[in-house]
């Protein structure tokens, strides 16, 4: 059974930081690309990051430089390092095999606010 479960959400002024964890397991993890979504209050689920097996990763316009993806295949674990953080990055972030969220956990919270 394929298992993602996210964490290291939270409640965090403009401009801070945190690191999100998504845990896997039930599934090869070394051999799958992994991604970060997130879903804002009232918009649709929108795709952050891409992450190939290997680490090569791409991101949406509106966090590169921002966001920064990783993976650890011996723990089957994919972290999200959200630094600068806007309000408007304020969402329900989940990670997931798929870019259109059919496999995906049941998301941590991030609310950016002042």
């Known amino acids: 059974e394929v298992r993602l479960v996210e964490s290291g959400g939270g409640l965090v002024q403009p401009g801070g930081s945190l690191r999100l964890t998504c845990r896997a397991s039930?599934?090869?993890?070394?051999?799958?690309?992994m991604y970060w979504l997130r879903q804002a209050p009232g918009k649709g689920l929108e795709w952050v990051s891409v992450s190939t097996r290997y680490g090569a990763t791409r991101y949406a316009e509106s966090v590169e430089g921002r966001f920064s993806a990783s993976r650890d295949n011996a723990k089957s674990t994919h972290y999200l390092q959200l630094d600068n953080l806007k309000i408007e990055d304020t969402a329900m972030y989940y990670c997931?095999?798929?870019?259109?969220?059919?496999?995906r956990g049941p998301g941590t919270q991030v609310t950016v606010s002042s």
């Open positions: 997931g095999t798929t870019e259109d969220g059919r496999n």
């Open positions: 039930g599934f090869d993890f070394s051999s799958t690309i």
